[in-house]
């Protein structure tokens, strides 16, 4: 059974630093696509950015250029979030998803096959 655990949210003020992991368990961590997501209340589900094991590639959403980095250790199965300079707008809760085998990539929630259950992050001002 596919499981994705988040852990690493909390409260921290503007300008601050966190780092989130997404813990994956119950496929080969050898062929995926994982992707950060973040929903805040009253908004849509945003791609925030993901990760290829195929070839390293990373991708990120304008708002987070910068200040995010995403990266994976394979021998432990997870994938971290550091996110630097966080801002009020940042908070929310943030998901990590796995896409096996993708034939994409991208930070589109559709593509993804598996879900966490999420991590709060709080930001305040």
């Known amino acids: 059974e596919v499981q994705l655990v988040e852990s690493g949210g909390g409260l921290v003020q503007a300008g601050g630093s966190l780092r989130l992991s997404c813990a994956a368990s119950?496929?080969?961590?050898?062929?995926?696509?994982i992707g950060w997501f973040r929903q805040a209340p009253g908004k849509e589900r945003e791609g925030v950015s993901c990760?290829?094991?195929?070839?390293?590639?990373?991708y990120y959403a304008d708002s987070v250029k910068g200040r995010f980095t995403i990266s994976s250790d394979n021998r432990k199965n997870t994938v971290y979030l550091q996110m630097n300079g966080l801002k009020p707008e940042d908070a929310a809760v943030y998901y990590c998803?796995?896409?096996?085998?993708?034939?994409?990539?991208?930070?589109?929630?559709?593509?993804?096959?598996?879900w966490g259950q999420g991590t709060q992050v709080t930001v305040s001002s």
């Open positions: 990760i290829s094991s195929r070839d390293g590639s990373t």
């Open positions: 998803a796995a896409e096996l085998n993708p034939v994409g990539i991208g930070l589109t929630p559709a593509l993804y096959d598996y």
């Open positions: 119950g496929f080969v961590f050898d062929d995926y696509a």
